[in-house]
């Protein structure tokens, strides 16, 4: 785990990992999330609805970005105060997606950052894209 | 457009409510939502709007909006 602090940030700062969210994991989100709609839960309903697979919960994939304020992109001492995100092309369970940020504003008054993030697919196509705004507490 | 009706987009924009309306003695006792969070996002908003930076000091001090505008005026030159 990371633990920039902000005067350890800069503009144009990035970080980027892999990640997979397997069908366990659709599975263990449904049911803490209550959110049981067959698009995420059945295949066949998916399928018919013109999907490849089951689709991942669009809150699911977004929990990336926690990750990668969280771990990442400052780490420790992450506190997310804002998401605006965008969901451009649905997320299947089993593909590894490119997650990354990079920083494009900071706020020196109440040590923001902005980061523009965005969760790729392998072939490099966007799925989700999102504005975070981070605060630090050092 | 004048540095109060800039700023007053701006207000509109992070409360998500086109009633508000800029006075000079407004604090965030006047607006509801008016919490830290949405207070950071004005800053950062007037930052952007205006190109300039402030720094905790100087908005620690601000005792109402009319004193916000006073400040964004001397800092950027504008005078409308």
Same mark, same amino acid.
Request: no cysteine; net charge negative; proline share 2%.
């Given at each position: 785990?990371?633990?920039?602090?902000?005067?350890?940030?800069?503009?144009?700062?990035?970080?980027?990992?892999?990640?997979?969210?397997?069908?366990?994991?659709?599975?263990?989100?449904?049911?803490?999330?209550?959110?049981?709609?067959?698009?995420?839960?059945?295949?066949?309903?998916?399928?018919?609805?013109?999907?490849?697979?089951?689709?991942?919960?669009?809150?699911?994939?977004?929990?990336?970005?926690?990750?990668?304020?969280?771990?990442?992109?400052?780490?420790?001492?992450?506190?997310?105060?804002?998401?605006?995100?965008?969901?451009?092309?649905?997320?299947?369970?089993?593909?590894?997606?490119?997650?990354?940020?990079?920083?494009?504003y900071?706020?020196?008054?109440?040590?923001q950052?902005?980061?523009?993030?965005?969760?790729?697919?392998?072939?490099?196509?966007?799925?989700?894209?999102?504005?975070?705004?981070?605060?630090?507490?050092? | 457009?004048?540095?109060?009706?800039?700023?007053?987009?701006?207000?509109? !924009?992070?409360? +998500?409510? $086109? /009633?508000?309306?800029?006075?000079?003695?407004?604090? %965030?006792? !006047?607006?509801? +939502?008016? $919490? /830290?969070?949405?207070?950071?996002?004005?800053?950062? %908003?007037?930052?952007?709007?205006?190109?300039?930076?402030?720094?905790l000091?100087?908005?620690k001090?601000?005792?109402?909006?009319?004193?916000?505008?006073?400040?964004?005026?001397?800092?950027?030159?504008?005078?409308?």
């Open positions: 785990m990371n633990e920039l602090r902000f005067d350890q940030l800069s503009l144009g700062m990035r970080a980027d990992f892999d990640a997979v969210i397997s069908a366990t994991m659709v599975d263990q989100f449904a049911a803490l999330s209550g959110d049981l709609s067959p698009l995420h839960m059945d295949k066949d309903f998916a399928v018919a609805a013109g999907h490849k697979d089951r689709v991942v919960h669009g809150l699911l994939s977004a929990s990336l970005f926690s990750t990668l304020v969280g771990v990442h992109l400052p780490g420790k001492h992450a506190l997310l105060h804002e998401i605006k995100a965008g969901f451009h092309n649905p997320v299947y369970p089993g593909e590894t997606l490119k997650v990354g940020g990079e920083i494009t900071l706020n020196d008054a109440y040590k950052a902005e980061i523009k993030a965005s969760i790729l697919g392998s072939d490099g196509k966007k799925l989700v894209s999102a504005i975070l705004k981070v605060g630090l507490a050092v | 457009m004048g540095v109060r009706d800039r700023l007053q987009g701006i207000f509109r !924009d992070v409360f +998500d409510d $086109d /009633s508000i309306v800029l006075f000079d003695a407004m604090t %965030a006792n !006047d607006i509801a +939502d008016w $919490d /830290s969070l949405t207070h950071i996002s004005l800053v950062v %908003a007037s930052e952007k709007e205006f190109k300039t930076r402030f720094i000091k100087e908005v001090a601000l005792k109402n909006v009319g004193e916000f505008i006073a400040m964004i005026r001397q800092k950027t030159g504008l005078d409308e």
